[in-house]
């Protein structure tokens, strides 16, 4: 389960692909030549239940995936009115190599829709560190009628990051959302958007920046 779920990986190569294409800022660095292991503190959510979520670390350890296969929210037609929002918070432990500290660069997000005339269905995601009151939040609004895979991407500039404090260890909180309107048009019929497939898992990528921490 995913709970106890403890992967690593080596870390081999820079990060470019997940921050914006400009020069490189002062701070920025390679990711450092040690290992990063993230563990599944806690989940929680009715887009989560027990055993339907799973984290892996990338080789490179520039990004982590997190695999949904129960994550659903629908309304409209003959629905459980509870139905509309399903949400999962993940709580994870990080451990990254002395003397470095990263944030989130940007994550993608896939799944499946199929909106109804007039239904609406929303994407939403928060990032925060244990005890912090810095947290980033990005949403993505999808318009009936839509029958088709769905994609979003959060990214945030380099000055805009949420960096974890160095030298202290605090978990690192996701939170996402999928929130389904049947509207007006067409409410006896069902509109639902996932983050998992028919034909296999979803999963979502969260890509990590780097940098160095002051020397104490």
């Known amino acids: 389960m995913a709970g106890g779920l403890l992967l690593s990986g080596a870390i081999a190569a820079l990060l470019g692909t997940a921050l914006p294409a400009q020069p490189p800022s002062p701070g920025f660095v390679d990711p450092p030549p040690d290992k990063i292991v993230i563990k599944?503190?806690?989940?929680?959510?009715?887009?989560?239940?027990?055993?339907?979520?799973?984290?892996?670390?990338?080789?490179?350890?520039?990004?982590?995936?997190?695999?949904?296969?129960?994550?659903?929210a629908q309304a409209g037609g003959g629905s459980d009115p509870t139905a509309f929002r399903k949400n999962c918070q993940l709580n994870l432990i990080v451990h990254v190599p002395q003397g470095f500290t990263y944030a989130i660069a940007s994550a993608d997000y896939r799944g499946f829709a199929a909106l109804q005339p007039g239904a609406t269905g929303t994407q939403r995601a928060s990032y925060y560190f244990q005890g912090s009151p810095s947290t980033a939040s990005r949403s993505h609004p999808f318009n009936g009628p839509y029958n088709d895979n769905w994609q979003a991407t959060d990214t945030t500039d380099w000055a805009q990051l949420v960096w974890a404090p160095c030298g202290v260890q605090r978990n690192f909180n996701i939170n996402t959302e999928l929130r389904v309107n049947a509207g007006t048009q067409a409410p006896d019929k069902v509109s639902f958007m996932t983050m998992d497939s028919t034909d296999g898992d979803i999963s979502t990528v969260y890509h990590l920046a780097w940098k160095e921490c002051p020397e104490s």
């Open 40 to 72: 599944v503190a806690t989940v929680n959510g009715s887009g989560c239940p027990q055993g339907t979520t799973a984290v892996a670390v990338s080789e490179d350890n520039t990004a982590f995936t997190v695999t949904y296969s129960d994550y659903l």
